[in-house]
């Protein structure tokens, strides 16, 4: 019956295309095309829809193609709804919250021939809810495309609803024009509407599609109907279904039909500003105008970190990102690809008199089409600024000013002064386009002749009183003086003081009216009148209301954070007490001549920031009176440096929640016999600082769950006060007692009852706990922060986590116990419990428990294996030897050891593993267990030798050793040989002990001595021919080994030869040397003259022999043996007389002469008997 477009995939390639030629990139969030067999479930997510009758109606998928709903034979509303919060991202319910704009294509269709005249009771209506409040579409509040209503010219139109689609009373038109009316009632449409949530911007798109079938509503709905519409109604509310309805009456055959519903959220680049344009009026060239603001959102920006650069138009117009630094530029810097809320600020500076104008832009962030806003303001012609001339003078006075003249309408007055002068309004001034403060002395202005009104009209900057001067508005002669505002958007600022006096009953007026009044300086009401609401008048960050005045009205106004409301001048009557339900920033109470109690009734109930109590003189203010029930929130500190504050009187109930700090130096705090307390409500931590001052009455103080209170070395006290700290609170103290449930010791030292909650947390800083009750001692979370140590006053059973801050824990006679679900944390050398530890296990896992003792850190881990129950294990260590009777060949680390116990459990085995650090094992480590007084040796399974697993009973544990394998001694090798010969010092070259130590001794021989008998590679000192056997004992604990090594300090032989024949040289007759070699066991002659003691030399040389003793040692002896044995000499011829006969007896010497013969060396003569040789 109709042409359509079937197929998800179809649909959503489509809707990409719309979204691409109509907003650029965009995130398809949710789309259903009902093509299927029924209605749930459905779409793109697929989300679960559901099906709601209050008539006779039904709703049904028509040809597996598009919704139907149905209506019957009673008259009643049928709709089908679903969960916003099943479309994807970036989409949320709460719209003004999506980062981009937010499109809704879709189809719709009443077959009805006949308009329909809406949503009341047998009427006929039609609607797509985009977002609604709940899933009833009969009741709260939301957002559709209706058809059907009062109007003349039925058309479709977008709607916002407030109490249910099922009146037309309750539907308040958005966008509405005939356009929309299609050609006949029954003909097929398609939708189009798109949201700004920058701008909370609407627009509605309409296309007829004829009588016949639909067309793509994602493509070619460009018709769009009147214009863009703001509307924020519920845009900030989480808005949480969407669906289809159909309001029908009883006549046969009635549907509403629907289809191709899709929602997308754009991701292009995207910004948004507040507002479209700001004007400035009037403003003196060259100066300042007070500053306007606006904010910006954006989306999508690219890169995803940068800089959103700002721009004014021209020199006539300044930017600011922080108002406080001007520049024709700024940046406003982001990160995420977005920014919420910036603000912008901008200022009116025109060079010169005249119209300016201009358009502010916005570059970066890869943004293609920003947004501009414009900018227009006049600079003053310098005859329209008139600044007062003279000291003490009428305003009437044309000499007054310059140029001379009195300021006649549009004019822009300024006061210049330094001295303090006094202005008469001696007339009823021209309306100004502003007021100007600038000097450094104060302008008193006063009415002469009647009341007198300064109004000032300007879309700028009016009243401007900057932050050096002082203006009073003062009555006179029954007469007031008024500033008031006339026409819109009178920007305002007193950055100075003003002060609203009176005289004689007439009185100084500012009225806040028309303008946007800031005040950053001091606003003081000394008795005169302010007329302002929380629109018109905002006291910034540094901005003071002083109401200086007895009786009367604290101003209306917004008061941002950091602003300051005081009251002075309260004498006996309180001011109007419907002037204190304000929300204020911080409200100070210092009414010195205070004389009459004055109450508040219980109107003042919100402080953001800080209440301070200063005085009150001698009589007391009462924030309540009898039977009233009123509660103060108290955002930041309370401080009472004086004055007497009573919360109630003998009824009612009055309390005050503090998030800050709370601080007493003086005064008195109380309550009346009602109910109320003070409530300690902060997510952060709380002071707790009492100096001075007197808490009395049955005040009751309380930490509230979540709370954290630090009570320093404070004490909370109070005759009959009462404390309580509930589950989830926490309290901290640095007192040295800690806390106590009665007497005059610790932090809280209340006279009434005192409740320490078994669900709190507590953290201590002084040196002790103390001994306040919790019930079955448990506390949440204990914490330990004093560097020098805590010591525990009473048992804990910590819940939650033991947090280990800083020092160590000592229990003494008590114990921490941690139950299964509990923890804990920051344990270190210096951080530990020295005492008695618990945890407790409901199941087979891993604990380790930090303790320690006498400085030493040694924790435990224990680890259950097996478990049946619930098992309290106790730990403590001792720095002691572990009693009891070692194992043989077992040695013991005596300087530790650790008590370890369990309650509750059975069927259990575990694994033990200590701390070892610091000890030197001898052996093979094993884990002793003194069980019952019987010392057994458990074996280690871990590389660090401290882990024993399997264990099946408790009892004291210490580390040792199995000495009997690592015990062993090698006194080295035997030096007997000939190494020793003629030493009477060795090496010697026993094992070094790899546990326990080593020891020589001399076991036979004398005369010797070590040199380090502790010294496996001593020398050993001895008398050299002497043997020793020396010993080498190694000694482990209980555990022992030696070993023998003999020594020889062999002596040397004496060798020597024997000359048996007499002579050692040999000659033709001597041929032969007879020797014998003696002192040795052996011999050994060089020159092959052989291994025997004998031996015979015939040839000459030096003949050596090597005797060797019996041990091998050596000596040796040389003979040199030489030769003659040269042929006899030949002699030549003598020469000499023959006949001697004539020269016998004659006394004459005869003489003979013989040559000489080859080789002789000497000559012997042989004469005859009786002849002499001379």
């Known amino acids: 019956m109709t042409t359509r477009i079937h197929g998800s995939k179809v649909i959503l390639s489509m809707m990409i295309f719309c979204c691409l030629s109509i907003a650029g990139i965009a995130q398809t969030v949710f789309t259903d095309n009902f093509n299927r067999a029924s209605i749930s479930p459905g779409g793109t997510p697929s989300l679960t829809l559901t099906s709601v009758n209050t008539g006779s109606g039904s709703s049904t998928i028509s040809g597996s193609s598009f919704l139907q709903i149905n209506n019957g034979g009673s008259a009643g509303r049928s709709y089908v709804h679903g969960p916003l919060s099943g479309y994807d991202s970036p989409f949320t319910g709460t719209l003004a919250n999506n980062q981009n704009i937010v499109t809704w294509t879709f189809n719709m269709r009443y077959n009805r021939t006949t308009v329909p005249s809406g949503f009341d009771n047998g009427n006929y209506g039609t609607a797509v809810v985009l977002a609604a409040s709940t899933s009833t579409f009969t009741n709260g509040n939301g957002y559709a495309v209706v058809y059907g209503g009062t109007e003349a010219t039925k058309r479709y139109k977008l709607v916002s609803y407030s109490g249910g689609l099922d009146a037309n009373a309750n539907i308040t038109d958005i966008v509405t024009n005939t356009a929309a009316a299609p050609a006949n009632p029954n003909n097929y449409v398609s939708i189009r509407v798109t949201y700004n949530p920058g701008t909370n911007t609407w627009a509605l798109y309409f296309r007829d ?18 214009s863009n519409t703001v509307n924020s109604t519920y845009t900030g509310t989480a808005l949480t279904n969407f669906g289809y309805l159909f309001n029908y009456s009883t006549a046969g055959g009635q549907n509403a039909q629907f289809d191709n519903f899709s929602v997308s959220v754009s991701t292009d680049p995207y910004l948004s500003a507040s507002v479209s344009s700001l004007a400035f009026g009037n403003q003196i060239p060259l100066t300042n105008s007070v500053a306007q ?83 227009t303001g006049t600079g003053q012609a310098a005859a329209n600024i008139k600044t007062w001339n003279v000291n003490n003078g009428n305003w009437n006075t044309a000499g007054s000013w310059t140029p001379s003249g009195v300021p006649v309408a549009g004019d822009i007055v300024r006061f210049n002064n330094s001295n303090n002068i006094t202005v008469t309004v001696n007339t009823n001034p021209a309306t100004l386009s502003g007021l100007q403060f600038l000097g450094s002395g104060t302008v008193t202005m006063q009415p002469g002749g009647g009341n007198r ?62 303008s946007n009044t800031t005040v950053t300086g001091t606003l003081t009401k000394n008795g005169g009148t302010l007329t302002s609401n929380a629109a018109n008048l905002v006291f910034a960050n540094g901005g003071t209301y002083v109401h200086a005045m007895n009786g009367g009205a ?43 109690s004055v109450s508040l009734i219980g109107n003042l109930t919100t402080i ?36 007497s504050l009573t919360l109630n009187t003998t009824s009612g109930s009055a309390t005050v929640n503090i998030n800050g700090n709370f601080t007493m130096s003086g005064g008195t705090l109380t309550r009346g016999s009602g109910t109320g307390s003070i409530n300690f409500t902060g997510t952060s931590v709380q002071q707790f600082s009492k100096s001075g001052g007197t808490i009395s009455g049955s005040m009751p103080f309380t930490v509230k769950t979540g709370a954290t209170v630090d009570f320093g070395t404070s004490v909370l006290d109070g005759t009959s006060a009462t404390f309580t700290s509930e589950s989830g609170s926490t309290l901290i103290t640095s007192n040295n007692a800690g806390f106590s449930s009665s007497g005059n010791s610790g932090s809280i030292q209340v006279g009434g009852t005192r409740i320490y909650n078994n669900a709190g947390s507590y953290e201590f800083r002084g040196s002790n706990t103390g001994t306040f009750t919790t019930t079955s001692n448990q506390v949440a979370n204990l914490t330990f922060n004093r560097s020098a140590g805590v010591t525990i006053d009473r048992d804990f059973t910590v819940t939650g986590t033991l947090n280990l801050q800083d020092g160590i824990v000592t229990t003494g006679a008590n114990a921490i116990t941690v139950n299964a679900s509990g923890n804990i944390s920051n344990a270190s050398s210096s951080n530990y419990i020295n005492g008695r530890l618990n945890q407790v296990y409901n199941s087979t896992s891993s604990k380790t428990f930090p303790i320690g003792k006498g400085g030493n850190y040694r924790p435990v881990t224990l680890e259950y294996l097996t478990l049946t129950g619930t098992s309290t294990v106790s730990t403590e260590q001792f720095e002691s030897a572990l009693p009891g009777t070692l194992p043989a060949n077992t040695n013991l680390f005596t300087d530790r050891h650790w008590d370890v116990s369990q309650t509750g459990g059975s069927a259990f085995t575990y694994r033990l593993t200590l701390d070892a650090n610091g000890y030197t094992p001898n052996g093979d480590v094993v884990i ?54 003629g030493l ?51 000694t482990n604990g209980n555990c022992s080994a030696f070993d023998d090594v003999d020594i020889t300090l062999n002596a040397n032989p004496v060798a020597g030869i024997t000359n048996n024949s007499g002579f050692t040289e040999l000659t033709c007759t001597n041929t032969s040397v007879s020797v014998t070699a003696t002192g040795g066991a052996t011999y050994s002659w060089d020159n092959g003259l052989g291994n025997n003691a004998n031996a015979s030399i015939t040839t000459p040389g030096t003949y050596t022999v090597t005797v060797t003793s019996a041990a091998g040692c050596t000596d040796t002896e040389s003979i040199v ?54």
């Open 209 to 226: 599609d004829g009588n016949s079938a639909w067309s793509d509503p994602s493509t070619g709905v460009n018709t769009q109907i009147g």
């Open 293 to 375: 603001t606006f904010t910006i959102n954006a989306a999508n920006l690219s890169p995803a970190t940068g800089n959103i650069t700002v721009d004014a138009p021209n020199a006539d117009f300044e930017v600011s990102n922080d108002g406080s630094s001007w520049f024709s530029s700024t940046s406003i810097g982001y990160s995420g690809g977005s920014i919420s809320g910036a603000t912008v600020y901008v200022r009116f500076t025109p060079q010169s008199a005249g119209a300016k104008s201009g358009n502010l832009t916005f570059t970066g962030g890869s943004l293609s089409s920003p947004p501009t806003v414009a900018l």
């Open 453 to 514: 009104t300064i109004n000032i009209n300007n879309p700028g900057s009016g009243l401007n009183i900057s932050s050096s001067s002082t203006v009073t508005l003062v009555g006179a002669g029954n007469n007031d003086v008024t500033i008031a505002f006339a026409g819109s958007g009178n920007y305002s600022e007193i950055s100075g003081n003003l002060n609203l006096n009176i005289a004689s009953g007439d009185f100084g007026a500012l009225n806040t009216n028309n």
């Open 554 to 596: 604290i101003a209306t106004a917004t008061w941002q954070d950091g602003s300051t409301c005081r009251v002075t001048g309260v004498t006996t009557t309180v001011p109007t007490v419907a002037s204190f339900a304000q929300s204020f920033s911080n409200f100070e109470w210092d009414c010195t001549s205070q004389t009459s």
């Open 608 to 643: 953001r920031n800080n209440f301070n109590m200063v005085s009150s003189g001698s009589a007391v203010l009462q924030m309540a009176i009898s039977g009233a029930i009123f509660t103060v929130s108290i955002g930041g500190n309370f401080t009472q440096s004086g004055g």
């Open 928 to 981: 002793l267990r003194n069980q019952s007084g019987t010392v057994t040796s458990n074996p280690t399974t871990t590389p660090n030798y401290t882990n024993s697993s399997g264990l099946n009973a408790f009892g004291l544990f210490a580390l040792g050793s199995d000495c009997a394998a690592a015990t062993t001694a090698n006194a080295g090798p035997d030096q007997t040989d000939a190494l020793t010969c």
């Open 984 to 1034: 009477s010092s060795v090496t010697l070259a026993a094992n070094t002990p790899t546990y326990g130590t080593g020891a020589w001794s001399i076991i036979s021989g004398t005369g010797g001595s070590f040199v380090d008998a502790s010294d496996p590679a001593t020398n050993f000192n001895g008398v050299n021919g002497n043997a020793y056997t020396l010993r080498w004992t190694v």
């Open 1121 to 1174: 043996i030489t030769q003659n044995i040269t042929p006899p000499a030949v002699p030549g011829a003598i020469t000499g007389p023959l006949d001697v006969c004539p020269h016998v007896n004659t006394g004459i010497p005869i003489t003979y002469t013989s040559s000489p013969a080859a080789g002789a060396v000497s000559y012997v003569w042989a004469v005859p008997p009786g002849a002499t040789i001379q």
